[in-house]
């Protein structure tokens, strides 16, 4: 187990498509995070895992965006009905604990093109 | 709230100069700070961080970057630019707060442009 995973690399979408990004973090690393990156922006944060509890979906953009880790390791962003306007990077990182000064690695995203 | 300002969205160096990125942060707690450095088509790679013991942090590839709490900066720097410096950079600011966890907040990046 190198760093964090994340599948497919790249993912094309007609509009109105339902899609889901794959994330296998580091194993045995307790917090997850899924940032989404817009084109020439920094990553902002969508969802936070803490095991298989998601204790954070501030981010998440509308209720068309939906995010499981059911046994505490891999997680699943899904976005259903998509829109132009979900183009972007899907980022996925993992720590070992919960604090601030832990260092959150990131896995080298999922390129999300809606056509 | 917490928030990063990146000061220069593009910054341009000759091959051996000096590196410097601005980064100011916002924020009600103290906080941990973060630089990142992001390659084309590649995650983000963590450089170093500030987690509150020396204010001066140095991190990998030769950089470091100084805490100043009452300029609320965190600016990174490196005395001689590589080729291979070439890259997006962003710092990211993070609390703790009450409910035991935390989350990053990017500044929008600043891309390091290096000539020979």
């Known amino acids: 187990g190198a760093g964090v995973s994340q599948s497919p690399r790249y993912k094309v979408a007609k509009r109105g498509q339902d899609v889901a990004l794959r994330c296998d973090p580091i194993?045995?690393?307790?917090?997850l995070f899924w940032y989404q990156q817009a084109l020439g922006q920094g990553p902002e944060f969508l969802t936070y895992?803490?095991?298989?509890?998601?204790?954070?979906k501030s981010g998440l953009p509308s209720d068309r965006f939906f995010a499981e880790r059911p046994e505490g390791s891999v997680s699943t962003l899904k976005i259903q009905r998509t829109q132009q306007e979900d183009s972007a990077v899907y980022l996925c990182?993992?720590?070992?604990?919960?604090?601030?000064?832990?260092?959150?690695?990131f896995g080298p995203g999922t390129r999300l093109t809606v056509l | 709230a917490q928030s990063v300002t990146q000061l220069g969205s593009h910054v341009s160096v000759s091959e051996g100069a000096l590196v410097l990125l601005r980064c100011n942060y916002s924020?009600?707690?103290?906080?941990?700070l973060f630089w990142y450095v992001q390659y084309p088509n590649q995650g983000l790679q963590l450089l170093l961080k500030y987690t509150s013991a020396a204010t001066l942090v140095k991190g990998i590839n030769g950089f470091e970057a100084e805490f100043k709490k009452s300029e609320t900066s965190f600016h990174l720097t490196k005395p001689s630019a590589h080729m291979s410096d070439a890259a997006e950079y962003f710092c990211?600011?993070?609390?703790?707060?009450?409910?035991?966890?935390?989350?990053?907040?990017f500044g929008k990046g600043t891309m390091l442009l290096v000539s020979p």
């Open positions: 990211a600011v993070s609390v703790t707060p009450n409910s035991g966890y935390s989350t990053l907040t």
């Open positions: 194993s045995g690393h307790v917090s």
């Open positions: 924020s009600s707690v103290p906080p941990y």
């Open positions: 990182a993992s720590s070992l604990g919960l604090f601030g000064a832990d260092t959150q690695y």
């Open positions: 895992f803490q095991n298989e509890a998601q204790l954070d």
